[in-house]
């Protein structure tokens, strides 16, 4: 189930249509129901208050104006790095590099 603070991204018509972060999620007046607030993460940002149940919350399809809705949770994917295949064994733990760079602050780009 998506829970405040979760990415989702939602479709109107079975196209995807904004990213947005669910910022609350209520108890409405009626029974089975949650006013569910979103910002929608695109320009201008924008923040909407949709009244949803909580099986909408969980991706089942609903209408709004007559138009077909889902909301989907983003999962973030496994973070993969690409093999060398030319590179020598030894080289392939990117966890712990062997040459460390040297950091370079923007303070110490400001100053030349």
């Not at 979103?38 to 009244?51: D, G, N, S």
């Not at 999962?75 to 064994?89: G, L, Q, R, S, W």
Request: hydrophobic share 40%; charged share 30%; glycine share 4%.
């Amino acid at each position: 189930m998506a829970v405040e603070n979760d990415i989702v991204l939602i479709y109107l018509e079975k196209s995807p249509l904004a990213f947005a972060r669910i910022e609350s999620i209520e108890p409405d007046i009626k029974r089975g129901w949650y006013q569910t607030k979103f910002l929608l993460l695109q320009i201008p940002l924008q923040v909407v208050t949709w009244i949803l149940r909580d099986a909408y919350i969980n991706g089942e399809k609903f209408t709004m104006g007559g138009k077909e809705m889902r909301i989907e949770k983003v999962i973030c994917p496994a973070e993969t790095h690409p093999v060398d295949n030319d590179a020598p064994a030894e080289d392939t733990d990117r966890a712990t590099p062997k040459n460390k760079g040297k950091v370079i602050t923007l303070a110490d780009l400001k100053k030349k």
